[in-house]
C-alpha cells in the first residue's frame, strides 16, 4: 500500500513538472516570437482642426479599446488618468496593451500593471496631446519551501493542480507595487492610435459637410 501510494504521489509530481515545463516553453517561445521594438519614441503630438472636447472623447475611445478604464478626466485641464491595467499574458491575444518583444516576456514573468496619463491641451489653433504610461510590478515576498518538488507553493499555497493567490495577513503587509521605468513604445502607440482616429474623424466630419452641401 505505501508503494502504491509513493507511485501516485510520484505521478501526481510528475504533472505538476509538466504543467510548470509546458508554461515555461510557452513563454521562452513568446520571447522568440515576440519582434523588438524599434520605433522612435514619441511623447507628445500636435493636431489642428479639432476642438480639446472632441480630442477627449476620441482619447476615451481608444483607451477603452486598450481595455483601460477611466480613473480621473478633468475637461477643464485637459486631464486624463486610467485605473491600473495589469498586463496581458500571452494566451490574451485579443490586448494590445504589449508592445515589442521586452514588454511581453515582462508581463509574463512578473505581475506587472500600467497606468496612462493624458495632457490634452490647446496651442493655438493645435491640440497638443501628450502621454505617459507608468509601469509598477508587484514585489511579493517568498515563502519558505522545503523541497524543490513544492515550487508550486513559493508564494501561496497551492498545488501541483491549482496555483491559488489567497496571501497570509504577513504577506499582504510585506507586498508592494514598485516603480519601473515609463512604458514609451506603448505610450507612442497610444498616440499613434489617436491621431489616426482624429484622422478619421475629421475626414468623416468633411464628407458629412459636403453631403448638407
Known amino acids: 500500500m ?3 501510494c509513493h507511485r501516485l504521489k510520484l505521478k501526481h509530481t510528475d504533472r505538476g513538472h509538466n504543467w510548470l515545463s509546458a508554461i515555461a516553453g510557452c513563454l521562452f517561445l513568446l520571447a522568440g516570437c515576440a519582434q523588438p521594438y524599434h520605433e522612435e519614441a514619441i511623447e507628445q503630438i500636435d493636431v ?22 477611466i480613473d480621473k478626466i478633468d475637461p477643464k485641464s ?10 496581458s499574458q ?3 491575444f485579443w490586448r494590445g ?3 515589442g518583444g521586452d514588454n511581453h516576456l515582462q508581463a509574463n514573468w512578473h505581475s506587472i500593471r500600467r497606468t496612462v496619463e493624458l495632457d490634452i491641451t490647446e496651442r493655438g ?18 515563502r519558505q519551501i522545503t523541497s524543490t518538488t513544492r515550487a508550486y507553493d513559493m508564494f501561496s499555497e497551492s498545488s501541483p493542480y491549482l496555483q491559488k493567490f489567497a496571501f497570509s495577513s504577513e504577506q499582504e503587509r510585506s507586498m508592494a507595487w514598485i516603480d519601473l521605468d515609463d512604458d514609451n513604445p506603448l505610450a ?4 499613434r492610435r489617436i491621431r489616426e482616429r482624429i484622422l478619421d474623424h475629421r475626414i468623416k466630419k468633411h464628407q458629412m459637410t459636403r453631403n448638407k452641401i
Open 2 to 4: 505505501d508503494i502504491a
Open 90 to 92: 500571452f494566451f490574451e
Open 125 to 142: 489653433e493645435k491640440i497638443r496631446i501628450g502621454c505617459n504610461v507608468k509601469v509598477q510590478r508587484l514585489s511579493l515576498p517568498e
Open 48 to 69: 489642428p482642426d479639432i476642438s480639446r472636447e472632441e480630442t477627449m472623447k476620441l482619447a476615451e475611445d481608444i483607451l477603452a479599446q486598450l481595455h483601460f478604464s
Open 97 to 99: 496593451d504589449n508592445i
Open 78 to 87: 485637459g486631464y486624463i488618468r486610467t485605473r491600473p491595467l495589469p498586463g
Open 188 to 191: 507612442t502607440e497610444i498616440l
